[in-house]
Structures are given as structure tokens and as C-alpha cells.
């Protein structure tokens, strides 16, 4: 399957974040910034990083691991979802992810990731509160408990080209997030169980690499 022509190299993070040879994403995406209404349940887990010793962040990211998965409701190419699991960088003042697995129903969503930020952004299904590629799968299923709060909360990546700053500004409520994980590396990675984390509704407002 041929998405277009021009593809953007980025060397898989994972497994699971690889592309098939013959899926070539689209360029031309709309640049950074982005503006995106977002509904996304996130959430917080230990996990020791599971990149090969020859990945720059080998030795950089704590083991704390942020994963979410979002409905993205508007966003500069349509509506689309993402299930993504990031690692905290460490020495930074503000946290900062660096993002090994991630993956949209998108393509145009996975030609912009791989182009203006240098995400390994693979293709996925979702089916409700699961995410599933080719031999793997995410389910992330919500309780939410407590009164709702107002959620202003930075947000920056580190893909190895500099770091994206963006904010994230909305309403959110706390969660028993309950994840089961399937997948060769993201399984023993992550694990499953009962997570603790944020239910949130808002606007995240990413931009671009210096």
C-alpha cells in the first residue's frame, strides 16, 4: 500500500513503531504549530527504558513512563487517533518525553509526526479503548473518580532535534486507569494492571523543533 510518494526516514524506535516497507508516508503536511481539540486518557507508570544501547537515549530517560491514549476531535489534518507511550528525560527543568512507541489511524497524521517532529509514528486501529498494529495491542480503560478541575499543563518532546514546547489547557478529572498491553517489546516493557492517571478534555497547542 502506497500512501505517496517522498518518504521520511526515521529509524524505528521499536518494533512496533515500524512501518511496512511499502507504506511511504505523504509530505506536504501542515507545519507546526498545531492547535488540536483533544480528548485523552493518560497515564503514569515506572518502566525502565526499553531502547537498544545504540539509541542517544539510551542512558537518558528515567524510568517513568507517561502513555495516553487520545482522540484528537479537530487537528490541522482532520480527526484522527493515537495511543503513545513517552519517557521522562532526565535533567530537564520542565518534564520532557522522548517518545519510542506511538501510532494513529491517520496517515496524513503519521507523515506529519515523522516529518516536523521525528516521531515514529505507525499505523493502527481503534475499536473504543483500544489500539491495535500489526501484532500488537493497547487497551486503556478509564475510571474516573472526583470532582472535574482546570488542567494547564506544559508539554515538550525531545526527539533528538531540539525540544518542542506546547501547552496543553483544559478540564480534567483523576482516573484508575486499567492498561493491558499485548506486543514482542511493548509487553515486557510496560506490563499490564491498574494505572493511575487523568482523564482530560481541552486544547494542546504543540510547536515546532528549534
Not at 47 to 65: E, I, M, N, Y
Not at 75 to 90: A, T
Not at 91 to 120: K, T
Not at 134 to 153: I, N, Q
Amino acid at each position: 500500500m502506497t500512501l505517496d510518494t517522498a518518504a521520511v526516514v526515521i529509524p524505528a524506535h521499536l518494533p512496533e513503531s515500524r512501518l511496512p516497507d511499502d507504506v511511504v508516508p505523504p509530505r506536504g503536511t501542515p507545519p507546526p504549530p498545531w492547535s488540536c481539540l483533544v480528548r485523552a486518557v493518560l497515564w503514569l507508570q515506572r518502566a525502565p527504558s526499553p531502547l537498544p544501547s545504540s539509541s542517544p537515549f539510551a542512558g537518558r530517560v528515567r524510568a517513568l513512563a507517561v502513555g495516553a491514549l487520545v482522540e484528537y476531535r479537530d487537528s490541522p489534518v482532520g480527526p484522527y487517533r493515537e495511543v503513545f507511550v513517552g519517557q521522562q528525560v532526565r535533567g530537564a527543568l520542565l518534564p520532557v518525553l522522548h517518545v519510542p512507541f506511538i501510532a494513529v489511524d491517520s496517515p496524513a497524521s503519521v507523515a506529519a509526526g515523522r516529518e516536523h517532529w521525528s516521531l515514529p509514528k505507525a499505523l493502527a486501529s481503534f475499536d473504543g479503548d483500544t489500539a491495535t498494529g500489526d501484532g500488537w495491542s493497547v487497551r486503556a480503560t478509564p475510571r474516573t473518580y472526583g470532582v472535574g478541575f482546570p488542567l494547564r499543563a506544559p508539554v515538550a518532546l525531545d526527539q533528538g532535534g531540539g525540544r518542542a514546547i506546547g501547552q496543553l489547557r483544559g478540564t480534567a478529572r483523576l482516573a484508575r486507569v486499567d492498561v493491558a498491553v499485548q506486543g514482542l517489546t511493548i509487553a515486557p516493557w510496560l506490563g499490564s494492571g491498574l494505572r493511575h492517571g487523568l482523564v482530560v478534555q481541552g486544547r494542546l497547542v504543540l510547536g515546532p523543533p528549534p
